[in-house]
């Protein structure tokens, strides 16, 4: 019980900043990149770190941290194996929602919207940039498969590596691939003190238009 009380303890009192309608972009994803270019200049530690909640079509929910790597008018977008867990999720419920915390700005943002595959050679472009660590690894792990070791990986790993060492271009996985979540709803949420937070949700219209709502907190 006792542990139970410090855990209940545990508050913050929020009064960095506020969010007004009158403030706010027509355009979700222009206030996203607003408050994207505020985290940015702020320097804060993994900035793209995201939370993607995905379910099963009966309704079994699953959350892990990924890492935003764009978003533009299209959505919001993110690169996995397409076996994976979550990869397997999307294929048979295409519904996500994302979270952003921003502690520092005591900000969060909640993006619910369908998923779709990235195009192949969006993907490609992307699988080309990255670490050729990254590459050997996004090649060489059966993403959420039960593996009898760690050795196992590893051996594998060793093996790509020896494969393409000399090999200017790694090819992409049929089985990797960015996915881009488009948004139906973005909620912009800023803490407040006495936890009366402002909340300003945007839902997307039939003709792509945003309606702008505040919400109690």
């Known amino acids: 019980m006792s542990i139970q009380k410090a855990i209940a303890d545990i508050r913050t009192d929020y009064s960095l900043k506020t ?3 009158a403030e706010v972009a027509a355009d979700a994803i222009d206030q996203f990149k607003v408050w994207w270019q505020e985290a940015i200049a702020s320097e804060l530690e993994e900035v793209n770190a995201m939370t993607l909640a995905t379910a099963t079509k009966e309704g079994i929910p699953s959350a892990r941290i990924v890492l935003l790597k764009s978003f533009d008018e299209k959505g919001f977008w993110f690169f996995t194996n397409y076996d994976s867990a979550k990869g397997r999720t999307l294929a048979e419920n295409p519904r996500a929602e994302l979270v952003f915390f921003w502690r520092e700005l005591q900000r969060q943002v909640r993006i619910n919207g369908t998923v ?7 993907s490609d472009e992307y699988f080309q ?8 690894g996004a090649m060489s792990s059966p993403q959420s498969q039960v593996i009898s070791s760690r050795e196992v990986l590893e051996q594998k ?11 200017v ?8 691939g960015g996915y881009i979540v488009e948004p139906l709803e ?6 407040r003190s006495s936890r ?7 839902t997307k219209a039939e003709n792509g238009k945003w309606k702008i709502e ?3 907190p």
Do not use: C, M
Not at 159 to 166: D, L, S, W
């Open 19 to 21: 969010l007004e309608e």
């Open 116 to 122: 779709k595959k990235a195009a192949a050679q969006d």
């Open 129 to 136: 940039s990255r670490p050729v660590g990254s590459r050997i």
């Open 157 to 167: 790993v060793a093996e790509n590596t020896a494969k393409f060492e000399e090999s």
């Open 169 to 176: 271009v790694i090819p992409r996985p049929d089985n990797w």
């Open 186 to 191: 973005i909620e912009f949420w800023q803490g």
């Open 196 to 202: 009366l937070h402002d909340r300003i949700k945007y």
């Open 214 to 216: 505040r919400l109690a």
